[in-house]
């Protein structure tokens, strides 16, 4: 009997040998040691003995069991010690690779020069007001002074929508609209950014979206001269100190007199160069004294209040500011293009 717990033990001290995982280990054990393993096979047996083989019988399989258990508890140790050993070798970082770059986006430059602009007049206390892009043709044309078969309306070849309705051409729409709701609260003095569409073929300076800021101030006595302060103020902020500002009699509908405003070229402070054309001036947006015709048209009476208007192009200053020599740059979003404007952020 002594032979096969003999046997046993070392049948099981063999297999013990040769397991790898803590799962083989734990099977193993169930095997020998569990309710329906050989160990207490044998403990079974024991009714079947003699009185006084029964108690050596029974301590030699308990010596046996406690052996093997101790066996198990050992090679538990060891194994899970291997595991982790394994598993942190596997899991093993090599702190010494660079690491994963954050790709970060930074603004887009239309959006960078229409920010500093609105900083610009922001600081001398206008509001910053938006109007809708689809806009009705009485605050894009009519209210403009542009009525139906206005000459002036070939200017702005237009995306209409149906006949009311139309993508609106100009932020003039905007300054209508804030005319007609301010009228109640003079004085007015506001700047209106926003996207413009016209039917215009695309190429390198020009786009059938583009970005316009509307300048307005309306109170009692504006005048040309504040007209010109203000534009001399924005340019010297936008595009340098030395910046000089020049108007050139011309025509707008809604604006009476009428004026383009040129810069002196910042490239070249006006001795003449390519990107002046070699003229030492670049003509920069419109402007002029919000026309009585307009005033009235928003119940404003033009006999007490006078006021004055611009339009720019965004995308015009911030092709200046920047050198950017094509129009189209700045709507394909090519990363390389886009990217080299964070340094100015
Ligand atoms: N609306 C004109 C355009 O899109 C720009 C403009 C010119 C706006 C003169 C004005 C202005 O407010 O007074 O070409």
């Known amino acids: ?119 610009v007049f922001i600081g001398m206390g206008y509001t910053v007001e938006e109007g809708p892009e689809v806009e009705y043709d009485l605050y894009n044309f009519e209210r403009a002074n542009i009525p139906q078969d206005h000459p002036a309306r070939d200017m702005q070849d237009t995306f209409y929508i149906d006949a009311e309705r139309l993508l609106r051409t100009h932020t003039t729409a905007i300054q209508t609209r804030q005319l007609e709701a301010g009228k109640e609260k003079m004085p007015l003095k506001m700047i209106c950014p926003g996207k413009v569409y016209r039917r215009d073929d695309d190429d390198a300076t020009h786009s059938h979206q583009f970005t316009q800021i509307e300048g307005l101030v309306v109170a009692e006595g504006i005048t040309l001269a504040d007209l010109k302060g203000t534009l001399e103020f924005m340019a010297r902020k936008i595009l340098g100190e030395k910046c000089a500002v020049r108007f050139r009699p011309s025509f707008f509908p809604f604006t009476e007199p009428s004026v383009e405003v040129d810069i002196s070229c910042h490239m070249c402070g006006g001795k003449g160069c390519n990107v002046c054309k070699h003229t030492g001036w670049i003509e920069v947006l419109g402007a002029g004294m919000v026309h009585p015709g307009v005033l009235e048209m928003a119940g404003i009476d033009s006999k007490k209040y006078s006021g004055f208007a611009f339009g720019v192009g965004i995308e015009r200053i911030a092709m200046l500011k920047y050198g950017v020599d094509d129009i189209r740059h700045f709507y394909t979003n090519d990363l390389r293009f886009l990217k080299g404007f964070s340094r100015f952020e």
Do not use: C, W
Not at 88 to 113: A, F, Q, R, S
């Open 1 to 119: 009997m002594s032979e096969k717990i003999a046997q046993l033990k070392e049948k099981a001290l063999a297999e013990l040998a040769t397991v790898e995982t803590t799962k083989q280990l734990q099977d193993l054990k169930v095997q020998y040691l569990g309710k329906k393993g050989p160990i207490q096979e044998l403990m079974m047996t024991m009714k079947d003995l003699s009185k006084e083989e029964r108690p050596i019988f029974g301590q030699a399989v308990n010596e046996v069991k406690k052996y093997l258990e101790s066996k198990f508890e050992e090679a538990a140790v060891v194994i899970s010690e291997r595991e982790l050993a394994k598993k942190l070798e596997e899991e093993k970082i090599d702190i010494t690779l660079p690491g994963y770059k954050m790709e970060h986006g930074n603004l887009h430059p239309l959006v960078l020069v229409q920010r500093e602009l609105e900083d």
